[in-house]
């Protein structure tokens, strides 16, 4: 049987009926000695998670898949692939639908729609002899439908799914949408840098320019979305001076 023409060259994917979370499959796949790139889809996980180990709802016909991306390069630049899958799940969703109107990103890792939240990204630093050899960049997004608002925290946006732009792709459809718009970035990235990343990705950021929030453990900072700096970090405007930040929650 020949090459599939709508798969990336050089990559493997493994499609699974159920995990407990396709994260932690990752990580089992790596320690067995995956060596390329390697896309794992599951149909259905029971211990799916997000950031600071909050659980990720997953209601039937929803996308939730990892790609473990083997690399030796530094945790600071592993850490861009946070922009580069944003990207690549904006085209992914376009790809889908035939549309842009309503899509935009979320500071660091997530997908909106009409202000809503539609995917989040996860990612994950893999290890081999006690160093850095990998990244899992665990993915998902409401394609069939969303959870329920009860299902996530306090304060966070509203879950929105694919559905209201029109499209409700099978997740092995989706997923071949996606593994071409990454490998795309992937190789900009690869051989440009996160320059010509970091435009694309504020050409699509949500409420750049506008006021917003960042929290930080118990400590907040509120100002105006300047911009993102050459790493990745957000950078608010904020009485007078320019605030730095690597990592936080942010609230509009």
């Known amino acids: 049987?020949?090459?599939?023409?709508?798969?990336?060259?050089?990559?493997?994917?493994?499609?699974?009926?159920?995990?407990?979370?396709?994260?932690?499959?990752?990580?089992?796949?790596?320690?067995?000695?995956?060596?390329?790139?390697?896309?794992?889809?599951?149909?259905?996980?029971?211990?799916?998670?997000?950031?600071?180990?909050?659980?990720?709802?997953?209601p039937p016909g929803n996308f939730a898949a990892t790609l473990i991306l083997p690399t030796t390069e530094r945790p600071d630049r592993i850490a861009l692939r946070s922009f580069t899958t944003s990207l690549a799940l904006f085209d992914a969703c376009v790809g889908a639908t035939g549309r842009t109107e309503g899509l935009a990103l979320k500071w660091p890792n997530d997908v909106l729609l009409n202000g809503g939240k539609l995917a989040g990204i996860l990612l994950e630093t893999l290890q081999s002899g006690g160093r850095t050899a990998g990244a899992a960049i665990g993915i998902g997004v409401n394609l069939a439908s969303a959870p329920e608002v009860s299902e996530v925290e306090?304060?966070?946006?509203?879950?929105?799914?694919?559905?209201?732009?029109?499209?409700?792709?099978?997740?092995?459809?989706?997923?071949?949408?996606?593994?071409?718009?990454?490998?795309?970035?992937?190789?900009?990235?690869?051989?440009?840098?996160?320059?010509?990343?970091?435009?694309?990705?504020?050409d699509r950021a949500a409420h750049l320019g506008e006021v917003i929030t960042a929290r930080t453990g118990m400590s907040e900072t509120t100002g105006r979305f300047e911009t993102i700096d050459e790493t990745g970090q957000l950078v608010l405007s904020t009485d007078g001076s320019r605030r730095t930040i690597a990592a936080a929650d942010i609230y509009f």
């Open 1 to 58: 049987m020949g090459a599939d023409p709508a798969w990336p060259e050089g990559h493997d994917r493994i499609v699974l009926e159920t995990v407990d979370s396709t994260l932690n499959e990752a990580q089992r796949r790596f320690a067995g000695g995956i060596n390329r790139p390697t896309w794992i889809l599951a149909l259905a996980q029971t211990a799916a998670r997000g950031r600071r180990g909050r659980p990720w709802s997953m």
């Open 154 to 202: 306090e304060r966070a946006l509203r879950p929105v799914a694919l559905t209201g732009m029109g499209a409700s792709p099978p997740p092995e459809d989706f997923l071949e949408l996606l593994a071409q718009a990454f490998d795309r970035y992937e190789t900009q990235f690869r051989h440009y840098g996160f320059a010509p990343i970091r435009t694309a990705w504020l």
